[in-house]
């Protein structure tokens, strides 16, 4: 069977993942066009200028390579293999305009790696002389990024058919939260994504948040981002009706965004979905109840500063936002560890959040509900774990248990290289946590001193963490490139 199954594997074909760069590309060069506009309207025309020579570069490439033949469908590899290419290619092209701020290479890499894969972290010790278009940029590749660029060009771009199907797996959606899986899925995707976010740009702007402010934390928020234009994070946006909408947009982002559009139409099965709402919701408050405690015994807060901080970092750890209403590096060490576990499990599957994903969490304890069950049952009873009254499948248990081995893997890999050179144990486990949660909050680590060997294990982290390690997999295996390939 082993040989059987090795001589049907089909190779990548590289011309079929140019054709589908080259949509792409061109994708990318139209959400280009947006911070393009903010710089001249800002009147930062050195700036704007870099901005036309990179439209101009991917409307060029993506026009030449769209003129390869366009197959009958499109490998599960080859998605996988296109899908890392794009989170590789987008930070290195977007680093061109972003170095116009005075930013070095390797900074301007970290800057934007981290905006595409909506992590947050920065190595930049200060944001607000920055120029504007700067400050939106980051906030605007979060939201493209946060959405995905290939569900982006599902919706506008790719032609209806088994070849969008095909491409929809990329964003490794589960069946119990995909619509459609087709060009339908990506546009009402689209359409409950600009919704949420056009929502929060009012209600922030009914806070008397400024409108630059309102704009670029909403993008932020419902990305689970967690860039911010201010020095002072979060707790310089404005009094804590403010604050609590950026939150409240963060935890609409890290759930799943389907829920709404079933919702919405009050159809389909909603109870997998609600119950991640649900198990989010309920961790949030668990662990801000844990740091109320800490902030008051350990660190001596007032309970009212407790009250007020606690909740927020708590969403917004648990969500992957990223935004903090203090500085991180003061918490106790319990704190840092239950914030760590929150980051570490994320938001929900289908959401624009990080982590391994609560439904993943949900998989992993009933299936140990399942064990202690079926210990206690007669020996030819039949049980089958199950979340909600629906019955799991042995391919998303060996998928759960899979990922969550891989991230751990990346983790204790990343700390012990930051181990080594010198960094404090928890505070280098709580860095790259936050790094391969795609969150964003730091204890001081990532700065603009911290090695560049370091700074490229960050972003390799970011990276392996958005798109859940398997496409990195898939890119980097041999057997992907040599072999027999299919007729395009």
Known sequence: MAVQTEQLRL?????????YFGGFAIVIALLTMVPLAVSLVAGEYPVSFRYAVVIAGLAGLGVLLKRFPSPARVQYNEVMVLVAFLFIFTPLVMSYPVMAAGI???????ETVSGCTTTGLSTLGAVENRP?????????????G?????????????????????LAVAEAVPDDDLVGGT????????????????????????FRADPFSAVVYALASVSTGGFSPHDGGMAALGPW??????????????????????????????????????????????????????????????????????PLLAFSAQTTAGFSPLDTSSLDNPSKVLLMVSMFFGGGASSTAGGLKILRLLIILALLRWFVVRICLPRHAVHHANIAGRRLENGEIVEALLLLFLYFSAIFLSWLVFVGFGHEPLDALFEVTSAVGTV????????????????????????????????????LYPGSWLGRRAAI
């Not at 190779?11 to 054709?19: E, F, G, M, N, S």
């Not at 899925?185 to 922030?204: C, E, K, P, S």
């Not at 490229?456 to 958005?466: I, K, P, S, T, Y």
């Open 104 to 110: 070095p290479f390797v900074d301007a890499l970290f």
């Open 440 to 475: 964003g909050l730091s204890v001081g680590i990532t700065r603009a001193d911290l090695a560049p060997v370091l700074k490229l294990v960050l972003c390799a982290d970011m990276l392996l963490g958005r798109l859940e390690i398997i496409p990195w997999l898939v890119l």
């Open 11 to 19: 190779a990548v074909r590289p011309k079929v993942v140019l054709k």
């Open 183 to 206: 060009r339908a899925h990506a546009r009402r995707i689209l359409a409950v994504y600009l919704a949420v976010t056009a929502a929060g740009i009012l209600l922030l702007l009914v």
């Open 241 to 310: 009706p403010v604050q609590g909408t950026v939150i409240l947009l963060c935890l609409a982002g890290s759930t799943p965004l389907v829920y709404y559009h079933r919702l919405f139409r009050r159809r389909g099965r909603l109870k997998v979905l609600s119950i991640q709402f649900l198990t989010i919701l309920f961790l949030s408050l668990a662990v801000s109840g844990f740091l109320v405690f800490y902030m008051e015994r350990l660190q001596g807060l007032p309970l009212s500063e407790s009250l007020r901080q606690a």
């Open 132 to 144: 504007l278009s700067f400050l939106f940029a980051r906030a605007w590749m979060q939201w493209y």
């Open 146 to 166: 946060g959405l995905g660029i290939v569900i982006l060009s599902l919706a506008l771009l790719v032609r209806p058919g088994l070849v969008a199907k095909d």
